[in-house]
């Protein structure tokens, strides 16, 4: 509060208005907390943010051409951005934007609820501008459009609009309802980053599974790709997912549970739609090329090495999301073990250590550093100790057969 104080104190010095806007507004009328402070200023916001870097020694990132600044302070950021008027010339362009008032500002946003402004100005503190009835939307839980073109616009909306609907458990007003069915087409229109970015929205959500049943209800995960489905499975899996110890990677793992039920091709497909990164594609088709190994995994009496053999190939991620999808309890039980031990299994003896038993560096060390590593996995060795002796025998034993066979190639070779 004292940085936004600041703010405008400094605006008001610079003569220009400035007003907190969108979802922080928005959250407020709630009764949520909200840490993303967004700023629009009537007038020049990269003006602005470098005078209050320097007052408070923030540090400050700036895009000129879209007259935006990002001031972050101690653990706060906060967006500042210059108001504006935006036009589509034609659907799923980027907008043409001009400076404009915080009305023109509002206006360009996607739904009444996230169109509201709070002054900020010492003459008008805290005045709420509601332009669009967005208090009203909220009281009765509507999540409305501001205009009949807005999906036609921007055809992301499509899916902002559900995700909010399912967030805070509103409905679509009905003409919006109307021209959201309509305007389904349209997501043809909008770039695969642009869609997936709104996808991964949607998995930060507390529960992704409402908008994803709701979206593939309404058709539009179908407009994205045909085999996309949203169903009781879907939300299983995803809490499933939820109660996962590691949630760094809960978005991948969402995606991954997502494509389960597609074939390798529409896979394919989603991956060009969506312009994954290579790492997330790699993690999904692992995933489905996992689920066909099932019928190797799928037997009791595999040995820890075999299971590690089997397994080691694939992301994590991949094997987490077979663990939540997979209905085989002796799979699940082979995949726990990878993940929690066997991927970490190592020997303690190294080449270095190897080369001081009289271990000559080359295949023959690779191929005893496999074994000390099968025989690690397998429980035969344990100790340092273990795994010298072991190593000291194969030693023996290759320079025995070694032996053997020199003296078996000259006793059959030809004579000269
Ligand atoms: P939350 O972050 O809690 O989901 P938010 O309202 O902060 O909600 P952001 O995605 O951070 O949402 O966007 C900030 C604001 O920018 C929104 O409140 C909305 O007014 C506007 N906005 C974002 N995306 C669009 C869009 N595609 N069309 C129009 N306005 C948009
Ligand atoms: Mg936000």
């Known amino acids: 509060m004292n940085l936004v104080k600041d703010i405008s104190g400094e605006a008001a010095r610079q003569g220009q208005r400035i007003y907190l806007v969108g979802g922080v507004v928005r959250d407020m009328l709630l009764g949520y907390p909200s840490l993303d402070l967004d700023l629009v200023v009537e007038g020049d916001a990269v003006t602005l943010a470098k005078r209050v870097a320097e007052m408070r020694q923030a540090k400050l990132l700036l895009h000129r051409r879209f007259g935006t600044a990002k001031l972050r302070y101690e653990n706060f950021t906060l967006d500042l951005a210059t108001a504006r008027k935006e036009t589509y010339a034609k659907p799923g362009a980027l907008p043409t934007v001009a400076p404009g008032t915080v009305e023109d500002d509002l206006f360009r946003r996607d739904f009444s609820i996230n169109a509201m402004a709070i002054s900020l100005a010492a003459k008008d503190y805290g005045e709420l501008i509601d332009p669009y009835h967005g208090e009203s939307d909220l009281k009765h839980g509507l999540v409305r459009i501001l205009h009949p073109k807005s999906f036609t616009d921007d055809a992301t909306r499509i899916l902002r609009a559900i995700r909010y609907e399912q967030r805070f458990g509103f409905e679509l007003e009905p003409q919006t309802a109307k021209l959201l069915k309509r305007d389904i087409l349209l997501l043809d229109t909008i770039s695969g980053d642009r869609i997936r970015h709104e996808l991964e929205l949607i998995f930060r959500e507390e529960r992704p599974e409402l908008s994803i049943n709701r979206l593939a209800e309404l058709g539009v995960l179908q407009r994205i790709n045909p085999a996309l489905k949203g169903n009781g499975w879907i939300a299983e899996t995803f809490k499933k997912a939820r109660r996962l110890k590691s949630t760094t990677q809960l978005t991948s793992i969402y995606f991954c549970l997502f494509i389960y039920s597609l074939s390798q091709r529409d896979l394919e497909h989603f991956i060009v739609r969506l312009n994954t990164s290579a790492k997330l594609s790699q993690a999904m088709r692992d995933t489905l090329r996992l689920k066909k190994s099932f019928p190797f995994l799928d037997n009791p009496s595999l040995k820890p090495s075999e299971v590690y053999y089997l397994l080691s190939e694939y992301e994590p991620v991949a094997l987490q999301a077979n663990l939540i999808a997979c209905d085989s309890s002796v799979i699940r039980r082979h995949l726990q073990l ?64 070694g032996g053997r066979r020199r003296q078996s190639a000259s006793k059959n070779a030809p004579p000269r």
């Open 338 to 401: 990878f993940l929690t031990k066997l991927r970490y299994v190592k020997t303690s003896l190294h080449g270095e250590d190897l080369k001081r038993l009289g271990v000559p560096a080359g295949p023959k060390m690779g191929n005893i550093l496999q074994i000390l590593h099968k025989a690690k996995l397998d429980g035969e060795v344990s100790t340092k100790a273990d795994e010298s002796r072991l190593a000291l025998c194969l030693l023996a034993d290759q320079k025995g057969r």
